[in-house]
């Protein structure tokens, strides 16, 4: 059984601090690793993607992957209240991701 | 506009009868998949398919059914005898090779 963990949350962040969202994944098979944000009662929209380990930044996300360690992180630099949604980490291949229960951040004004 | 379109937005239906889900893409993709969110929960794949007649079970298939004559349809049948429809119903697609999932805007299923 692949197993994705996520910080469950709630996370709240005051506006303009960095905000860390935390992800561990089970299948050491992974070969790609995604971050998409869903607003309460939307679906999910794919914000980031990572391939190799290391860091990669796309405006004000930056996200991280070490795959010795299975873990994989988004940060969010000057959070702002648009940002409040949840997170949710999907680590897989090219047939099929695991999805994990994400995190809910609250960023506040 | 291209894109990934599921209706109806809000479907409600009676304990005991099928209802079916509809899921269209005009972005030419290859697969398509079918999830399952619950409240405060992550997806759970229900259906896939890379290729038009051809689809495999994930891991919450039983009281589901799909089928795929077509590239751009992916149809889903939620059947009665799935014990707890009651759900967020999201279909995604991409293109073959590639890794990312784009999701269309779902279909809230309310059995009663």
């Known amino acids: 059984q692949k197993e994705v963990e996520q910080n469950s949350g709630p996370l709240s962040v005051p506006e303009g601090a960095i905000a860390s969202l935390n992800c561990t994944y089970s299948d050491r098979g992974s070969q790609s690793f995604f971050w998409y944000r869903q607003y309460s009662g939307k679906s999910p929209e794919l914000i980031m993607s990572?391939?190799?380990?290391g860091d990669k930044e796309d405006g004000r996300f930056t996200a991280q992957l070490n795959k010795a360690s299975q873990y994989v992180s988004l940060l969010i630099r000057d959070s702002q209240p648009s940002d409040s949604a949840t997170y949710l980490c999907?680590?897989?291949?090219?047939?099929?991701?695991?999805f994990g229960s994400g995190t809910q951040l609250t960023v506040l004004p | 506009d291209g894109g990934i379109t599921q209706s109806p937005k809000y479907l409600f239906r009676k304990e005991g009868q099928n209802v079916t889900l509809s899921c269209e893409q005009n972005?030419?993709?290859?697969?398509m998949y079918w999830y399952r969110q619950d409240p405060g929960q992550g997806l759970r794949l229900i259906y896939y398919s890379q290729i038009v007649n051809d689809f495999q079970k994930g891991d919450i298939a039983e009281g589901y059914s799909v089928s795929r004559e077509k590239k751009e349809s992916f149809p889903l049948t939620v059947t009665s005898a799935q014990k707890n429809p009651t759900a967020f119903y999201l279909c995604?697609?991409?293109?073959?090779?590639?890794?990312?999932?784009?999701f269309g805007p779902g279909t809230r299923l309310t059995v009663t």
């Open positions: 990572i391939y190799s380990n």
């Open positions: 995604a697609s991409k293109r073959a090779g590639d890794y990312e999932q784009y």
């Open positions: 999907a680590p897989g291949s090219a047939r099929q991701l695991t």
């Open positions: 972005l030419n993709h290859d697969a």
